[in-house]
């Protein structure tokens, strides 16, 4: 049986779960079962019930609240992944579509794309090890530099954008926001001042001082220099 031979086994739904917990864990968030339903905008009692079902199947175990990926739940879980962010980075390099735009497309091409045709686009594109937001594609021993996110810097410091998180990428007002301002991966950012509120007031060498509110600002995270 084949790699999407094997995931395509497993009902969309689930999926979408296993996904969501994957880029929570990714991100330094606890999946607690309030954060999965705020991801995928779903109310508790549905995570509850998938969660449930998840655990007998054996993709999930839960201690202490917090849901966390066995095994079997992380290899189906990094195979989406990588298809998605393969997806979004064939979009973008080969395609030319706006790498702003690429993350609802490539929801579609995740569930699709063969193995022959993912070893392809991997060979064409140079085996890419990142998606356009600069999160790592699994399965390419990709390693990310120590970072931290904007938030936590303070006025003066300045560091190079590592990565977009998956959170932000599906909103387009956001994202377009973020590509005007020349917020990108690979850009260097400076932290001008701070409100009180912590909003944070940056700039790159593509744009004027623009504000980022804290939920942006703890979901960009950057490499500051050695």
Not at 30 to 48: K, T
Not at 75 to 99: C, K, N, Q, T, Y
Request: hydrophobic residues 40%; contains cysteine; proline residues 7%.
């Amino acid at each position: 049986m084949g790699r999407l031979a094997a995931v395509i086994d497993i009902p969309s739904a689930h999926r979408e779960y296993l996904q969501a917990i994957f880029a929570l864990e990714e991100g330094g968030i606890p999946a607690i079962q309030a954060r999965i339903g705020d991801w995928l905008g779903v109310s508790r009692a549905s995570v509850s019930e998938m969660v449930r079902k998840l655990h007998q199947e054996g993709m999930v175990a839960e201690t202490t609240g917090e849901v966390r990926l066995t095994d079997a739940g992380r290899a189906v879980a990094e195979s989406v992944v990588r298809r998605h962010r393969l997806a979004e980075r064939f979009l973008s390099d080969i395609l030319h579509l706006p790498w702003v735009q690429v993350h609802e497309e490539a929801a579609v091409w995740e569930h699709v794309i063969s193995d022959q045709v993912e070893d392809a686009m991997r060979e064409a594109m140079g085996e890419p090890q990142t998606c356009p937001h600069g999160n790592p594609i699994p399965g390419t021993g990709y390693v990310p530099p120590p970072t931290v996110e904007v938030s936590a810097m303070q006025a003066g410091d300045e560091g190079v954008i590592e990565r977009i998180s998956e959170e932000l990428e599906g909103d387009l007002e956001m994202m377009a926001f973020l590509d005007e301002a020349g917020i990108r991966p690979g850009v260097t950012i400076e932290v001008v001042g701070r409100t009180p509120h912590d909003v944070m007031t940056v700039r790159t060498d593509e744009s004027d001082p623009v504000g980022l509110g804290p939920f942006a600002a703890e979901r960009i995270r950057v490499r500051l220099p050695a």
